[in-house]
T-cell receptor, first 112, second 113 residues
Framework: KNQVEQSPQSLIILEGKNCTLQ??????????LRWYKQDTGRGPVSLTI?????NTKSNGRYTATLDADTKQSSLHITASQLSDSASYIC???????????FGKGTRLHILP | EPEVTQTPSHQVTQMGQEVILRCVPI?????FYWYRQILGQKVEFLVS????????KSEIFDDQFSVERPDGSNFTLKIRSTKLEDSAMYFC???????????FGPGTRLTVL
């Protein structure tokens, strides 16, 4: 069964600190993996997208990694800001035109 | 980045009433999708729409749901007889012609009383 599991479920850190969010998946065949940021009550916004051959992708203070062998991905946030408070969702696509599988997300809270 | 708008931003309706949620992509796209997110839960796939036909649908997308592009531009999701459990955020997403990444609209919050 195609699944995407994320950890931790929620995370609280102080402003300026770094953090890493985890994503494990069992989706097959694999097409790409994306990390989205979702502010409360808003639509998901794409942060990074990685295909099978990509190991890392950066977008400003966000750096995503992908290990296609172990089917794991991480999202590292550097020097966190208050505006980083949001849900971070790992999404895996089996095929380009197929429906995509969402993780439940990690709820990140940044404290001043 | 492709732009997608959704209307209304918030819809309140009585149980049993019909609602139509609209998605307006700024330019032409290959695939359209509807997702829903019940408060506190993960985003769930409802349906994908390609070339004016349903491409795939989930078990959630039962007979009370329908989608169409009435004027070749707007993309609508109709819920014929709303139930309390239909209360959720409904997101439209598009897949551009030369992309492999879906872009989401801001969502419509549906509240069924």
């Amino acid at each position: 069964k195609n699944q995407v599991e994320q950890s931790p479920q929620s995370l609280i850190i102080l402003e300026g600190k770094n953090c890493t969010l985890q994503c494990n998946y069992t989706v097959s065949p694999f097409s790409n993996l994306r990390w989205y940021k979702q502010d409360t009550g808003r639509g998901p916004v794409s942060l990074t997208i990685m295909t099978f051959s990509e190991n890392t992708k950066s977008n400003g203070r966000y750096t995503a990694t992908l290990d296609a062998d172990t089917k794991q991905s991480s999202l590292h946030i550097t020097a966190s800001q208050l505006s980083d408070s949001a849900s971070y969702i790992c999404v895996v696509s089996a095929n380009r035109d197929d429906k995509i599988i969402f993780g439940k997300g990690t709820r990140l809270h940044i404290l001043p | 980045e492709p732009e997608v708008t959704q209307t209304p931003s918030h819809q309140v309706t009585q149980m049993g009433q019909e609602v139509i949620l609209r998605c307006v992509p700024i330019s032409n796209h290959l695939y359209f999708y509807w997702y829903r997110q019940i408060l506190g839960q993960k985003v769930e796939f409802l349906v994908s729409f390609y070339n004016n036909e349903i491409s795939e649908k989930s078990e959630i997308f039962d007979d009370q749901f329908s989608v169409e592009r009435p004027d070749g531009s707007n993309f609508t999701l109709k819920i014929r007889s709303t139930k309390l459990e239909d209360s959720a955020m409904y997101f439209c997403a598009i897949l551009p012609f030369r992309g492999n990444e879906q872009f989401f609209g801001p969502g419509t919050r549906l509240t069924v009383l």
